[in-house]
């Protein structure tokens, strides 16, 4: 009995820690450095972009999104910059949290080493180049603080492979590595180690076509046999995550889980009940919307949805539960039972999603 009463706490105690890291990435977006948060230079045939408060995961910050938008604007109109590469200073992040919309008409390559998660995504993952390394941590984990995966999640994640997006959307899975290639978030894969040899090479080019980067990046993933020969980590199970999330409703995705019984549905279906119920029915319908839509159009739903979620109160409930760890909406989350009632009770659809989408298909 002691022994059980351990394994419940342990697990209480590791679902907070996955919360409060969350958390943190949000504080971390609104704090301001002394230094510059973002260097914005010329080198070679290149204008290259560095988040530049590794303290911080490289979070975004709306004074960072500015600046990198204007000038982004700049280089798009300047003929001697040919491409645009971007990182994260430091080791450990590329970019953990905050958000920049917009497409650059430039090469743009992302170096998406470390973590990788929220606004971090939004400036790689719609870029013709994305390279991951060994370190490269990739999650869209808003479900768990009342949120979406926006940032054009509504886009790219029903365009992975079969219905991978819509279970890394609404579990938060984690990718590391050469998975994050192999599930189709990153174009390319090389080892860290090389990674500063490569930006060299990149702005070393002379007036490079699309065709001349994507050689340079080719030749640098064919060298890399890093976990070459080690397989996807959701491979066994892929044909499962097919028919599992290919419903229409998040309770018969539950069911799907409960009827399966195998120790991995179970773990899954154990994350899930831990999530918003209004955070899972909201993404399971941003992704049914949005594998139909353009970018522009889903970036146009998806905001006035961040709109309608600042007006209810999961999000704001998510947000204080990770703070503490004791409130209401963080005990709904760790019994099995109240997620549950909760997804039957919201009905098809949380009131909120249909005058968010509908309103934009009108106009």
Same mark, same amino acid.
């Given at each position: 009995?002691?022994?059980?009463?351990?394994?419940?706490?342990?697990?209480?105690?590791?679902?907070?820690?996955?919360?409060?890291?969350?958390?943190?990435?949000?504080?971390?977006?609104?704090?301001?450095?002394?230094?510059?948060?973002?260097?914005?230079?010329?080198?070679?045939?290149?204008?290259?972009?560095?988040?530049?408060?590794?303290?911080?995961?490289?979070?975004?910050?709306?004074?960072?999104?500015?600046?990198?938008?204007?000038?982004?604007?700049?280089?798009?109109?300047?003929?001697?910059?040919?491409?645009?590469?971007?990182? %994260?200073?430091?080791?450990?992040?590329?970019?953990?949290?905050?958000?920049?919309?917009?497409?650059?008409?430039?090469?743009?390559?992302?170096?998406?080493?470390?973590?990788?998660?929220?606004?971090?995504?939004?400036?790689?993952?719609?870029?013709?180049?994305?390279?991951?390394?060994?370190?490269?941590?990739?999650?869209?984990?808003?479900?768990?603080?009342?949120?979406?995966?926006?940032?054009?999640?509504?886009?790219?994640?029903?365009?992975?492979?079969?219905?991978?997006?819509?279970?890394?959307?609404?579990? %938060?899975?984690?990718?590391? %590595?050469?998975?994050?290639?192999?599930?189709?978030?990153?174009?390319?894969?090389?080892?860290?180690?090389?990674? %500063?040899?490569?930006?060299?090479?990149?702005?070393?080019?002379?007036?490079?076509?699309?065709?001349?980067?994507?050689?340079?990046?080719?030749?640098?993933?064919?060298?890399?046999?890093?976990?070459?020969?080690?397989?996807?980590?959701?491979?066994?199970?892929?044909?499962?995550?097919?028919?599992?999330?290919?419903?229409?409703?998040?309770?018969?995705?539950?069911?799907?889980?409960?009827?399966?019984?195998?120790?991995?549905?179970?773990?899954?279906?154990?994350?899930?009940?831990?999530?918003?119920?209004?955070?899972?029915?909201?993404?399971?319908?941003?992704?049914?919307?949005?594998?139909?839509?353009?970018?522009?159009?889903?970036?146009?739903?998806?905001?006035?949805?961040?709109?309608?979620?600042?007006?209810?109160?999961?999000?704001?409930?998510?947000?204080?539960?990770?703070?503490?760890?004791?409130?209401?909406?963080?005990?709904?989350?760790?019994?099995?039972?109240?997620?549950?009632?909760?997804?039957?009770?919201?009905?098809?659809?949380?009131?909120?999603?249909?005058?968010?989408?509908?309103?934009?298909?009108?106009?």
């Amino acid at each position: 009995m002691g022994l059980q009463r351990l394994c419940r706490l342990m697990s209480r105690f590791n679902s907070y820690k996955r919360t409060n890291i969350i958390l943190q990435h949000l504080k971390m977006s609104n704090h301001t450095d002394a230094a510059a948060e973002v260097l914005l230079e010329r080198k070679g045939c290149a204008g290259v972009i560095t988040l530049n408060r590794p303290r911080f995961l490289n979070t975004l910050t709306l004074g960072m999104i500015r600046q990198i938008y204007a000038q982004l604007k700049k280089w798009e109109q300047d003929p001697k910059t040919f491409l645009i590469i971007i990182k %994260g200073a430091g080791e450990k992040a590329f970019c953990a949290g905050g958000d920049i919309r917009d497409s650059c008409q430039k090469p743009y390559i992302a170096l998406i080493h470390g973590i990788t998660m929220g606004g971090g995504v939004g400036v790689s993952v719609h870029g013709q180049f994305r390279v991951a390394t060994e370190k490269s941590v990739f999650a869209m984990p808003e479900t768990a603080i009342g949120l979406f995966p926006d940032v054009g999640g509504g886009y790219f994640l029903p365009r992975l492979q079969g219905k991978l997006g819509y279970f890394l959307a609404l579990t %938060g899975f984690r990718l590391k %590595g050469r998975d994050v290639y192999t599930a189709g978030i990153a174009t390319h894969f090389v080892d860290f180690e090389k990674l %500063g040899m490569l930006e060299e090479d990149l702005l070393a080019l002379k007036s490079p076509s699309k065709e001349n980067i994507a050689d340079v990046l080719e030749t640098y993933h064919a060298k890399s046999k890093t976990d070459q020969d080690k397989p996807f980590i959701l491979e066994e199970h892929m044909d499962k995550i097919n028919s599992w999330f290919s419903a229409n409703t998040v309770e018969q995705i539950v069911d799907n889980l409960q009827q399966d019984g195998s120790s991995f549905a179970l773990e899954q279906l154990k994350v899930i009940k831990k999530m918003s119920p209004t955070s899972l029915k909201i993404t399971l319908r941003q992704l049914m919307e949005g594998s139909s839509k353009t970018l522009p159009e889903v970036l146009i739903m998806e905001y006035r949805l961040s709109q309608a979620c600042m007006k209810g109160h999961d999000f704001h409930e998510g947000v204080r539960a990770a703070e503490a760890f004791e409130r209401c909406l963080c005990s709904l989350a760790k019994s099995p039972e109240v997620p549950a009632l909760l997804l039957s009770r919201l009905g098809e659809t949380p009131a909120m999603v249909n005058p968010a989408i509908y309103h934009f298909a009108c106009t």
